[in-house]
């Protein structure tokens, strides 16, 4: 199994709608988890971490399922602004230091 | 404001030449990260060190080399190796002192063959 599997997309959906993308990890001992945004040619900006209880920031919410091992992202209310790539990211198994990323679901909003 | 600065923007390369990219942090981070990103692709770690005056090959070391002589400081080059180097660089920093902190990335370096 992957260590990280994450839907390429592209997700293409109308503005207002509500999306939602997961990825998985392979390890059960990951601790931290995080969602990223990536905007074309830029670099990843945090978007939000992902917390065991689950936790939202406006339109977003991040929740984390330990037994299947996969976070979820769920955007409400969908605007073209959040058209962009999203990477997940959680700790490595061999150390906290050690960083896995997701390669990314594109997510494009129409008008 | 403390973050990550990543130099040059843009950088050319000719061939059997070795460059340089510089990653400055003022964020008193102990582990830095250096990552490769091919169009239309995820990121691949190239290098990282955990603490200064250490550190590791990642998934995708061979052609570059780093060092870690300073805690802010973790210079990547591309050597003549690296046949194919044309690609987006980004350096991270991480206080993994610290539980559940993201790593913070810098602007990035693009590279380019001439």
């Known amino acids: 199994r992957k260590e990280v599997e994450q839907d390429p997309g592209p997700f293409n959906v109308p503005e207002g709608a509500t999306v939602a993308f997961n990825c998985t990890y392979s390890n059960s001992a990951s601790q931290s988890f995080f969602w990223y945004r990536q905007d074309c040619r830029k670099e990843p900006k945090l978007l939000m971490s992902?917390?065991?209880s689950g936790n939202e920031d406006g339109r977003f919410t991040a929740q984390l399922n330990r037994a299947s091992q996969y976070i979820s992202l769920l955007i409400r209310d969908s605007k073209l602004s959040d058209s962009a790539t999203y990477l997940c990211?959680?700790?490595?198994?061999?150390?906290?230091?050690?960083?896995?990323f997701g390669s990314g679901t594109r997510l494009s909003i129409r008008p | 404001d403390g973050g990550i600065t990543q130099s040059p923007k843009y950088l050319f390369r000719k061939e059997g030449q070795n460059v340089t990219l510089s990653c400055e942090q003022n964020l008193n981070h102990d582990a830095m990260y250096w990552y490769r990103q091919d169009p239309g692709q995820g990121l691949r770690l190239i290098y990282y060190s955990q603490i200064v005056n250490d550190f590791q090959k990642g998934d995708i070391a061979e052609g570059y080399s780093v060092s870690r002589e300073k805690k802010e400081s973790f210079p990547l080059t591309v050597t003549s190796a690296q046949k194919n180097p044309t690609a987006f660089y980004l350096c991270?920093?991480?206080?993994?002192?610290?539980?559940?902190?993201?790593?913070?990335f810098g602007d990035g370096t693009r590279l380019s063959i001439l």
């Open positions: 992902v917390y065991s």
């Open positions: 990211a959680f700790t490595g198994y061999s150390s906290a230091s050690k960083i896995i």
């Open positions: 991270a920093s991480l206080n993994w002192r610290v539980s559940n902190q993201p790593q913070h």
